[in-house]
């Protein structure tokens, strides 16, 4: 079965500090992992994912996810913070040939001036 | 990508009644989904609804009480059925329109409020 973690309910940050949000996986095969983000009263964006090729995913936004297969993990990183990317952010997971996208519990970040 | 809507984007609802949600699509897409979520909480998976096949749910969810509709490849519905203040969430529907990308695109949600 697949399942994906999110230590960490709350990450605070400086503006202008570099961020990281964590998840870790597992999944029978081979992982597609991705990041999602949902700002306050809207739905869910797509940031970015991995699927296969370099470890170091870029998405939108400056945010970058690095793949660890040793690790399990696919943390999300962004070098500067902006307070405009203080939000709720998921993880989620699908096993190779899968049809379902596993969601992690959320991680919600907060940016300050 | 795929832009989606939804309506209504938020109703209160007396309990007893039932409410169907409405997610059109911009584009044809085989796969869609229907999630809820409480605020600030993570993503539950009610069902999938392919076009051109009964809708496949996910543990604890039913077909009585949530029938899903799947007409054609741009537009689904989601009834909440016989509801109490415990439906009360987030209903949002997605959609994932690539071959092979995976990448799922979700609707801005229908607030529900039982009272």
């Known amino acids: 079965a697949q399942s994906v973690a999110q230590p960490e309910d709350q990450v605070n940050v400086a503006e202008g500090n570099p961020l990281t949000v964590k998840c870790t996986y597992s999944v029978s095969g081979n992982p597609y992992l991705f990041w999602y983000v949902q700002y306050p009263n809207r739905g869910l964006q797509f940031l970015l994912k991995?699927?296969?090729?370099?470890?170091l995913v870029k998405g939108s936004y400056g945010f970058e996810a690095e793949f660890n297969k040793s690790q399990t993990s696919f943390h999300l990183k962004k070098p500067s913070a902006l307070v405009s990317d203080s939000a709720l952010y998921f993880c989620?997971?699908?096993?190779?040939?899968?049809?379902?996208?596993?969601f992690g519990a959320g991680t919600r970040l907060f940016v300050k001036a | 990508s795929a832009v989606i809507s939804q309506k209504p984007s938020r109703d209160i609802c007396q309990r007893g009644t039932s409410l169907t949600i409405q997610c059109q699509v911009d584009s044809q897409v085989t796969m869609m989904f229907w999630y809820r979520q409480q605020p600030g909480q993570s993503l539950t998976l009610i069902a999938t609804?392919?076009?051109?096949?009964?809708?496949?749910?996910e543990s604890g969810f039913v077909i009585d009480k949530f029938p899903i509709s799947r007409p054609n490849l741009t537009f689904s519905t989601l009834t909440v059925s016989n509801m109490s203040p415990e439906d009360s969430s987030i209903y949002l529907c997605?959609?994932?329109?690539?071959?092979?990308?995976?990448?799922?695109?979700f609707g801005p949600g229908t607030r529900l409020l039982v009272l």
């Open positions: 997605s959609v994932e329109p690539g071959a092979g990308g995976e990448t799922q695109y």
């Open positions: 989620a997971v699908r096993d190779t040939g899968g049809f379902k996208t596993i």
């Open positions: 991995y699927i296969t090729g370099d470890n």
């Open positions: 609804a392919n076009q051109g096949s009964e809708a496949t749910y």
